[in-house]
Nanobody, 124 residues
C-alpha cells in the first residue's frame, strides 16, 4: 500500500487560508486516484476533492471555488489549498489514494491508503 504522511493543518480565522500537504511513498502502480476527505465531530467522513491520473478534478459543492487540489509529481506530494475558509470547514482532514483503475470519485470506500489526519480549525 501507499504510505501517506500529511502536514499543514492548524487554526485560522474565518476568511483565511491554509495549505495541506500529503507526501506519498510506496507507489506500485503507474496511475493513482488521489483525494482529500474530512470528518467533522459527529458527522460522516466527506469527500472534499479528488485528482485523477489524467489531471481531472472533482470537488464537493461546499468547497467548489474555494479549495484547489494539486500535485507535485517530482516531490510525490499532494496539496489542498484552502481559501476563504469558513467555520463549517472545521474538521479532521485526510489524504487518500487508490490505484486508478476505473473511476476516480469522492467515495470513501474506493480508497485503500489513508494518512494519519490533520486538524483544521476555523474560528468565526
Amino acid at each position: 500500500q501507499v504510505q501517506l504522511v500529511e502536514s499543514g493543518g492548524g487554526s485560522v480565522q474565518s476568511g483565511g487560508s491554509l495549505r495541506l500537504s500529503c507526501a506519498a511513498s510506496g507507489y506500485t502502480y503507474s496511475r493513482y486516484c488521489l483525494g482529500w476527505f474530512r470528518q467533522a465531530p459527529g458527522k460522516e467522513r466527506e469527500g472534499v476533492a479528488v485528482l485523477a491520473s489524467d489531471g481531472s478534478t472533482d470537488y464537493a459543492d461546499s468547497v467548489q471555488g474555494r479549495f484547489t487540489i494539486s500535485q507535485d509529481n517530482a516531490k510525490n506530494t499532494l496539496y489542498l489549498q484552502m481559501n476563504s475558509l469558513k467555520a463549517e470547514d472545521t474538521a479532521m482532514y485526510y489524504c487518500a489514494a487508490h490505484p486508478h483503475i476505473g473511476l476516480c470519485r469522492r467515495r470513501e470506500a474506493d480508497f485503500g491508503s489513508w494518512s494519519q489526519g490533520t486538524q483544521v480549525t476555523v474560528s468565526s
